[in-house]
């Protein structure tokens, strides 16, 4: 949702945009040789009819968080807080194993619930699982992720001053 945002403003080329996952239940998902749920799985047919009435096409396989992604993403966004814990419960297992990783304290400064840049939703405190709320609860997800997806764009540009005329 957030590369169809930035898409839609021009600024795709300024973005490096990947989705990944903690897991999706699995506690081992972030050791040697754990397992993550639905890796390599392509998005639910559900949310891709739901996407693709509102113009969306979703692309992303399904992957977990990788120890490389601490280094290479500015912004590392949790879907609820237990994606925000299990993030930064891998970055300190992965930085102790790994001295070229970034330290805890620095993971969780760029780590952020994406609900916190809602405009319109205000009080929406995660972005829920839609698989079990029937087709309305994709489309109340991709409410939710596109509200918040506008205004994560902002915060960047606001902060990053990417594609800010000046």
């Known amino acids: 949702m957030f590369r169809s945002v930035v898409e839609k403003a021009g600024l795709a080329d300024q973005f ?45 396989t399904s992957r977990p968080l990788q ?34 990783l970034p330290r805890l304290d620095e993971v969780r400064s760029k780590t952020s619930l994406m609900t916190c840049y809602c405009g319109k939703a205000k009080a929406a405190d995660e972005v829920p699982d839609p698989y079990y709320g029937g087709p309305a609860g994709f489309d109340l997800v991709l409410d939710l992720l596109d509200d918040a997806a506008t205004g994560l764009l902002a915060h960047i540009q606001q902060e990053q001053q990417v594609g800010v005329k000046q």
């Not at 397992?35 to 992303?60: I, K, N, Q």
């Not at 500015?74 to 297992?93: F, H, Q």
């Open 16 to 60: 490096d945009i990947d989705s990944c996952g903690t897991g999706g239940g699995s506690s081992n998902w972030y050791l040697t040789g754990g397992f993550s749920y639905h890796e390599g799985d392509e998005s639910d047919p559900r949310m891709t009819a739901a996407a693709v009435r509102r113009g969306v096409r979703l692309t992303s």
């Open 67 to 100: 120890p490389s992604d601490l280094n290479r993403f500015d912004y590392i966004i949790g879907m609820d807080p237990r994606n925000v814990r299990d993030i930064l419960k891998a970055a300190s297992y992965w930085a102790e194993q790994d001295q070229q």
